[in-house]
């Protein structure tokens, strides 16, 4: 009998034991719970003052809530970051013509402005006005292309003939701005299956990027290479350095931080996002001396 009483005992002191520390480790957990919620910005976790396996093993199971939250959270900070940077960017791309705008017709309001001065300030309200409606139009395109539900009319292209016609549309150009431009094309014709409208959009983005960039030369080469149609749209690197290549197709990017090139950075973002809907691959890199944006599509 004084055995089974002493045993007795000693379960009753071992269970309060393990009571008293289960209950002190919540209330470690718990205030160490209160200290994480008031600042997560800390990135902190949960430590275990016990070597109960299962308490151990329920603080992990925490730990691991509280990792995914802080991911979400700092995808949710970057995104808001990002934001607020494309809302200050297309409020400057906005701005900039319309206050130009705004200033011509205060011009042309004034009484002591000729009446050859007021065609000229029309005539300049034009352009600007042709800017704008520009952005807006790019503005609207990116988030139209960007959803699940855009149309494209899948049909066979040939590639050489539509590259010639889309570089002899930007010739006169080329040729005003002193750049020499290179064409090589496979003798065989080849075709590519994408929405023929949208090819000619992607042609002519790359086209003008090359218009606004290159220097001294500007070549467009083709071949087919494993089963690949391969256009590669080449011009001159200038300062181009390989840390932009991470950031070229980027919403909003563009060379010029002043903003000024009457551009809204969104010409390659385009180009990639329609590219990629249509199955097809782009890059974009660096060789010797040449700045590279390169097209891949599988050929039927």
Same mark, same amino acid.
Request: include cysteine.
């Given at each position: 009998?004084?055995?089974?009483?002493?045993?007795?005992?000693?379960?009753?002191?071992?269970?309060?034991?393990?009571?008293?520390?289960?209950?002190k480790?919540?209330?470690?957990?718990?205030?160490?719970?209160?200290?994480?919620?008031?600042?997560?910005?800390?990135?902190?976790?949960?430590?275990?003052?016990?070597? *109960?396996?299962?308490?151990?093993?329920?603080?992990?199971?925490?730990?691991?809530?509280?990792?995914?939250?802080?991911?979400?959270?700092?995808?949710?900070?970057?995104?808001?970051?990002?934001?607020?940077?494309?809302?200050e960017?297309i409020?400057?791309?906005?701005?900039?013509p319309?206050?130009s705008?705004?200033?011509?017709?205060?011009l042309?309001? *004034?009484?002591?402005?000729?009446?050859?001065e007021?065609?000229?300030?029309?005539?300049?309200?034009?352009?600007?006005?042709k800017?704008?409606?520009?952005?807006?139009?790019?503005?609207?395109?990116?988030?139209?292309?960007?959803?699940?539900?855009?149309?494209?009319?899948? *049909?066979?292209?040939?590639v050489?003939?539509?590259?010639r016609e889309?570089?002899?549309?930007?010739?006169?150009?080329?040729e005003?701005?002193?750049?020499?431009?290179?064409?090589?094309l496979?003798?065989?014709?080849?075709?590519?299956?994408?929405?023929k409208?949208?090819?000619?959009?992607?042609?002519?983005?790359?086209?003008?990027?090359?218009?606004?960039?290159?220097?001294?030369?500007?070549?467009i080469?083709?071949?087919?290479?494993?089963?690949?149609?391969?256009?590669?749209?080449?011009?001159?690197?200038?300062?181009?350095?390989?840390?932009?290549?991470?950031?070229?197709?980027?919403?909003?990017?563009?060379?010029?931080?002043?903003r000024?090139?009457?551009?809204?950075?969104?010409?390659?973002?385009?180009?990639?996002?329609?590219?990629?809907?249509?199955?097809?691959q782009?890059?974009?890199?660096?060789?010797?001396d040449?700045?590279?944006?390169?097209?891949?599509?599988?050929?039927?």
């Amino acid at each position: 009998m004084l055995y089974l009483c002493i045993s007795l005992f000693l379960i009753v002191v071992i269970l309060s034991a393990r009571l008293y520390f289960i209950r002190k480790a919540i209330a470690t957990t718990s205030t160490q719970m209160e200290e994480i919620e008031l600042h997560p910005e800390l990135n902190r976790q949960l430590k275990a003052f016990t070597t *109960d396996s299962k308490v151990e093993g329920l603080l992990k199971k925490i730990n691991d809530i509280y990792d995914a939250r802080q991911e979400e959270r700092i995808v949710y900070q970057r995104r808001e970051t990002q934001i607020r940077r494309e809302i200050e960017n297309i409020s400057h791309d906005l701005r900039t013509p319309l206050t130009s705008i705004l200033g011509y017709v205060d011009l042309i309001q *004034d009484e002591e402005t000729t009446e050859t001065e007021r065609v000229e300030y029309l005539s300049i309200i034009y352009k600007r006005a042709k800017i704008l409606q520009g952005f807006i139009q790019d503005f609207y395109e990116i988030s139209r292309i960007e959803g699940d539900n855009y149309p494209f009319l899948l *049909d066979s292209i040939p590639v050489q003939s539509t590259l010639r016609e889309a570089v002899v549309t930007y010739y006169h150009e080329f040729e005003k701005n002193n750049i020499q431009v290179t064409v090589e094309l496979e003798e065989t014709q080849s075709f590519l299956i994408a929405d023929k409208i949208q090819f000619n959009r992607i042609l002519n983005n790359l086209i003008q990027n090359a218009l606004k960039y290159a220097q001294r030369q500007f070549i467009i080469k083709q071949i087919t290479l494993e089963g690949y149609c391969i256009l590669q749209f080449m011009n001159d690197k200038n300062t181009m350095t390989e840390e932009e290549l991470n950031v070229i197709f980027e919403r909003f990017y563009t060379r010029d931080q002043s903003r000024n090139n009457q551009s809204t950075g969104l010409g390659l973002t385009i180009t990639k996002v329609l590219v990629e809907k249509m199955k097809g691959q782009i890059e974009a890199k660096i060789e010797k001396d040449l700045f590279i944006i390169e097209l891949r599509w599988f050929v039927p």
